[in-house]
């Protein structure tokens, strides 16, 4: 139990830096850093090292002057992110629904965030950088969980769930071998984008454009007119639309709520330093997922969360060749790159179905996964047919 500051007057200056750690875990967390803790620490005598009036000697001991210690303070993306909110604020019923789902389960909402965290100071720097409402960088959350491999019954993929035909519209390459949708920057930077379009076409209003985002531009703008044809208000809270997409404006809201007091729906936000979690690079060539995360020294499922546009696990030679790997990594992979011949980066090998032949026991003779073998192949199941051919990727490291 800690003492009240009054009652412990002669505390060495370590047990007061215990004190102070363990009374701030939750806000160093949250949002700050070791610049802010030490001026939470008090001094001997209970009064605060700020306070203009403590003269030296009124004191046992001191901390040292904050300029001469060698502390940077731990940003983290989460004040950033709050920093820049700026849509309007929605109607109280619908949030507080939405709000009261997510109390419901707050650790869902955790686990979502867990998942963001590679993708969120990317996404918030491209908000930034457009200068739009940070908000949208939580829209990953609404849309797909922030799971990257997210695909929808109606055919929507990765983390903004564009449709095939969206997607083309603005610029998105999709082939047996990679999908554009499913690419980190190349969607992030399409779904931005897409919502400033929308956001101007509906006149700057934003909840209109997030509505338009989720539903399509046209059904947004056919329930416009017909509530204007009918005397009634044209903004969101009033158009008749789905009920996700009613849905969906204040499921985004309530996230926001939520971010800004995490505390209050008993949530613990993951830790997201301001720092770059990846940086691009170029593979050079052909090069097969899992020898690149032999290099990088991560798993084969983290390198492809960050690389999830290459469906079938490889990057092809007559493809993208952009890599996103982790920034503490960057020089272990290229130097081990370099080492590598070009038959060690991939090899291919055609195998002929054959009656009898399992999918499983294919694998089990080339030493990969099943699953990886169903995703190269793109097979919706483990069913096979004899007289057909599989394309198995034999890496070598």
């Keep these: 139990m800690i003492m009240p500051r009054q009652h412990r007057p002669g505390l060495p200056l370590l047990a007061m830096v215990g004190i102070a750690l363990l009374s701030h875990t939750v806000s160093l967390h949250q949002d700050y850093g070791l610049y802010s803790l030490l001026n939470a620490i ?14 030296p000697a009124a004191t ?42 997510f109390a419901r389960d707050p650790g869902n909402v955790e686990r979502i965030m867990q998942r963001g965290t590679p993708y969120l100071r990317h996404i918030l720097n491209e908000i930034k950088q457009r200068g739009l409402p940070t908000e949208l960088a939580l829209l990953p959350a609404v849309e797909s969980a922030f799971d990257p491999f997210a695909r929808s019954a109606q055919g929507a993929a990765g983390l903004w769930q564009f449709m095939p035909r969206t997607a083309s519209h603005l610029g998105l390459k999709q082939d047996a071998w990679y999908d554009g949708r499913q690419d980190v920057i190349a969607a992030t930077a399409a779904a931005l984008d897409y919502l400033t379009h929308l956001q101007q076409r509906f006149d700057g209003d934003w909840l209109l454009a997030l509505a338009a985002y989720n539903a399509g531009p046209t059904r947004v703008q056919r329930a416009i007119r017909h509530n204007r044809n009918n005397g009634k208000p044209v903004d969101f809270w009033h158009l008749q639309l789905p009920k996700e997409t009613r849905d969906y404006v204040p499921k985004l809201l309530a996230l926001r709520a939520i971010i800004v007091t995490p505390d209050s729906y008993s949530l613990t936000l993951p830790l997201v330093p301001d720092t770059p979690y990846f940086s691009v690079v170029d593979s050079g060539g052909q090069l097969d997922l899992e020898v690149a995360a032999r290099l990088v020294g991560i798993s084969i499922d983290e390198i492809r969360r960050l690389n999830p546009a290459f469906i079938r696990q490889t990057v092809r030679r007559g493809g993208s060749h952009r890599l996103l790997i982790p920034t503490a990594r960057v020089a272990t992979f290229r130097t081990r790159l370099a080492g590598l011949t070009e038959q060690q980066r991939v090899q291919w090998v ?3 179905i054959r009656a009898g032949d399992t999918l499983s026991a294919i694998a089990q003779r080339y030493r990969i996964k099943v699953a990886r073998l169903r995703a190269f192949n793109q097979l919706p199941d483990s069913s096979i047919r004899a007289g057909d051919l599989l394309i198995v990727p034999v890496a070598r490291g």
């Design 42 to 55: 008090q001094v001997s005598d209970g009064k605060s090292h700020d306070n203009p009036q403590l003269s």
């Design 60 to 101: 046992v001991a001191r901390l040292p002057d904050r300029r001469m210690l060698a502390v940077t303070p731990v940003e983290n993306v989460w004040t950033r992110l709050r920093g820049g909110f700026a849509l309007p604020a929605g109607r109280s019923g619908p949030v507080q629904v939405q709000l009261e789902r």
């Design 350 to 352: 055609r195998h002929a």
